[in-house]
């Protein structure tokens, strides 16, 4: 592979995730904590009126705009498709990225912690996911294949990856969470470096993913409206094994409803509050060693 020569961190694909916006932020106004001798690294805003407005969108959800088939399509003409089509002339369509590596930062109110999401497995980025994970207790890797093709920002390289950080409310800054999201950055720029100059050394490498696997709704009635919360038992704990027969959901009148899968899974993204308009009460996993190729 050759050497990084471009980085854009993009923040506010969200307008109201303010963890990765005001990172950012701090980023341009000293951009000597980014800049690394072998590559460029710069700091890109990516929907502006959505964070003016501190909401996640103003039409429709931009990280889920940049499927081909969407960027190629005139008549997608809302504001976010628009903002894509123009993000796409200044980041490279893809396979013909104009930079090198895409870091989109993003927050979650679920309990997340420091999530690095994959879309693809290229040996650079397994191998970066295991350097973080073993540095950092807080770094979880999580891989999702898309069915047909990404529609996420990120995808526009082959090297972007996005990182989802939580709990933390929406349009809220949490200075914990903000010090964590800032070294991890830091981290994940020192071993681009260390890669570049040749100084990382080769490791096989056993790295432990979460495969996301599908999805699970919450109990609605004919008219769509939610009947059951997510179970106190389950709240919070994202990554943590989930099995057959415990519970996930609470009726309004306390009855208990049991996760009827098959196998152990490792659910995510519990009680996402931007996930209830999309029908989506946790997403599901399934945990898993990759042993990482060696450079």
């Known amino acids: 592979m050759e050497k990084i020569k471009s980085v854009v961190i993009s923040t506010g694909t969200h307008g109201n995730e303010f963890t990765g916006i005001y990172v950012g932020k701090k980023f341009e106004q000293f951009p000597n904590l980014i800049q690394r001798s072998s590559f460029d690294t710069r700091v890109l805003l990516s929907n502006p009126h959505a964070f003016a407005a501190v909401r996640r969108y103003i039409d429709k959800d931009l990280n889920r705009c940049f499927a081909t ?14 903002l894509a089509k123009n993000l796409v002339q200044v980041l490279g369509e893809k396979g013909k990225s104009k930079v090198d590596m895409i870091i989109d930062l993003h927050s979650s109110t679920a309990n997340m912690k420091l999530t690095i999401i994959l879309g693809n497995q290229h040996p650079f980025l ?25 529609n996420f920002l990120c995808s526009l390289s082959e090297l972007g990856f996005a ?27 020192d071993y681009i470096e260390g890669d570049n100059q040749g100084v990382n050394q080769p490791k096989n490498k056993t790295l ?10 919450y109990p609605r009635n004919e008219r769509g409206e939610i009947q059951a919360m ?26 208990a409803i049991a996760y009827q899968g098959a196998s152990t899974v490792y659910p995510i993204f519990i009680n996402e509050a931007a996930y209830y308009e999309k029908g989506i ?9 990759v042993v990482c190729p060696i450079k």
Do not use: W
Not at 166 to 172: E, I, N, S, T
Not at 281 to 289: I, S
């Open 230 to 255: 997510i179970h106190p038992q389950l709240q919070d704990r994202d990554y943590e094994p989930l099995n057959p027969g415990d519970p996930i959901f609470l009726t309004f009148d306390g009855r």
């Open 126 to 150: 397994l191998r970066l996911a295991a350097e973080l994970s073993a540095i950092n207790p807080d770094v979880r890797i999580c891989y999702s294949q898309p069915i047909r093709e990404s």
């Open 208 to 217: 432990t993913m979460y495969q996301y696997t599908g999805i699970i709704d």
């Open 281 to 289: 009460a946790m997403c599901l996993t399934q945990k898993q060693l």
């Open 69 to 82: 088939e969407d960027l190629q399509d005139n008549q997608l003409d809302s504001y976010e498709d628009v």
């Open 163 to 189: 990182i989802e950080v939580g709990p933390v409310a929406q349009g809220v800054l949490n200075a914990d969470l903000f010090q964590k999201t800032e070294a991890l950055i830091y981290q994940v720029l």
